[in-house]
């Protein structure tokens, strides 16, 4: 079976579309040519192998090379549901939410809200936590680089200067709320293990290409929220202690120096 384009430019969109459709369905190829009675291919034969064949490989390949992408970003999720019912997992995710995206990076990115919905995720409702802890800290390895704000630059730094010096979060660093303790669940994920509700807030952050997380109390996830509003140090500092009495410039400065030691700051334009 062969295609021939008699105007390729106004031919390309809908042969893209056949194509994806082709290979991202579940039916399988042949499946869906019949049902479909699809008569005119996006590819051709080639010299020793059918279109049909050859689009049966790519198929293969495109679910292959998602599935292994997933596997990566949701290891947790994988130990708890098992592979088979990880891989019935994808497929079906793929089919309500297909790849939109040139990079695997995104293609994850709505797995947490499946499971929410799916049977396995209204039965142990901590797994969506668990996938939305494991997919933050994907975006955390993947976040762009920033100029990291050093010990060794902020001694320089002169009394007056303090007041206007702009420095924020740099992109990687997160605190993200959980309603489950998906720390303590990562590190031994099992599918008989039984978990109690327990509201956390957890920072994530990326240091020499590693990824690190911590659990945070309230305060200092409030005073990271303050800087990552992108204003003068000392309109941050003012506005968070009108809010926060109870705590001293000593705090502020002793986590500002913890920060700094982990690279979670960085420089503002």
Same mark, same amino acid.
């Given at each position: 079976m062969?295609? /021939?384009?008699?105007?390729? /430019? /106004?031919?390309?969109?809908?042969? +893209?579309?056949?194509? #994806?459709k082709?290979?991202?369905?579940?039916?399988g190829?042949?499946q869906?040519?019949r049902k479909?009675? &699809?008569?005119?291919?996006?590819?051709?034969?080639?010299?020793?192998l059918?279109?049909?064949n050859?689009?049966? &490989?790519?198929?293969g390949?495109?679910k292959?090379?998602i599935?292994?992408?997933?596997?990566?970003?949701?290891p947790?999720?994988?130990?708890?549901?098992?592979?088979?019912? *990880?891989?019935? !997992?994808?497929?079906?995710y $793929?089919e309500?939410?297909?790849s939109?995206?040139?990079? !695997?990076? /995104?293609t994850?990115?709505k #797995?947490?809200?499946? &499971?929410?919905?799916?049977?396995?995720?209204?039965?142990?409702?901590?797994?969506y936590?668990?996938?939305e802890?494991?997919?933050?800290?994907?975006h955390? *390895?993947?976040a762009?680089?920033?100029?990291? !704000?050093?010990?060794?630059? $902020?001694?320089?730094?002169k009394?007056?200067?303090?007041? +206007? @010096?702009?420095?924020?979060?740099q992109?990687?660093?997160r605190f993200?709320? #959980?309603?489950?303790?998906?720390?303590?669940?990562s590190?031994?994920?099992?599918? %008989?293990?039984?978990?109690?509700?327990?509201?956390i807030?957890?920072?994530?952050?990326?240091?020499? #290409?590693?990824?690190?997380?911590?659990? &945070?109390?309230e305060?200092?996830?409030?005073?990271?929220?303050?800087?990552?509003?992108?204003?003068?140090?000392? %309109?941050?500092?003012?506005? *968070?202690m009108? +809010?926060h009495?109870?705590?001293?410039?000593?705090?502020?400065? +002793?986590k500002l120096?913890?920060?700094?030691?982990e690279?979670? !700051?960085?420089? @503002?334009?």
């Amino acid at each position: 079976m062969k295609t /021939k384009l008699k105007n390729p /430019k /106004k031919q390309l969109k809908p042969t +893209q579309e056949l194509l #994806f459709k082709l290979l991202s369905n579940k039916t399988g190829v042949r499946q869906l040519i019949r049902k479909q009675k &699809i008569k005119s291919l996006p590819i051709a034969d080639s010299s020793n192998l059918p279109a049909v064949n050859r689009l049966e &490989i790519y198929a293969g390949m495109y679910k292959a090379r998602i599935l292994d992408s997933l596997k990566d970003d949701y290891p947790g999720v994988l130990a708890v549901v098992g592979k088979k019912e *990880f891989e019935s !997992l994808v497929d079906d995710y $793929l089919e309500k939410y297909p790849s939109v995206y040139w990079t !695997l990076r /995104k293609t994850g990115d709505k #797995f947490p809200l499946f &499971i929410k919905g799916s049977k396995i995720g209204k039965k142990k409702p901590w797994l969506y936590s668990l996938a939305e802890f494991e997919i933050a800290i994907c975006h955390a *390895f993947t976040a762009t680089d920033a100029t990291i !704000l050093s010990r060794e630059y $902020l001694v320089t730094v002169k009394p007056n200067e303090w007041e +206007q @010096l702009r420095i924020g979060v740099q992109p990687s660093c997160r605190f993200h709320q #959980f309603m489950w303790p998906v720390d303590l669940i990562s590190e031994k994920p099992s599918p %008989k293990s039984v978990y109690k509700k327990e509201p956390i807030t957890i920072l994530i952050w990326r240091k020499n #290409f590693r990824v690190y997380y911590k659990r &945070i109390p309230e305060d200092e996830a409030a005073l990271l929220m303050a800087l990552s509003r992108k204003l003068p140090f000392g %309109k941050v500092c003012e506005s *968070f202690m009108a +809010q926060h009495e109870s705590l001293s410039e000593n705090w502020v400065a +002793q986590k500002l120096g913890e920060w700094v030691s982990e690279e979670m !700051l960085s420089f @503002l334009n």
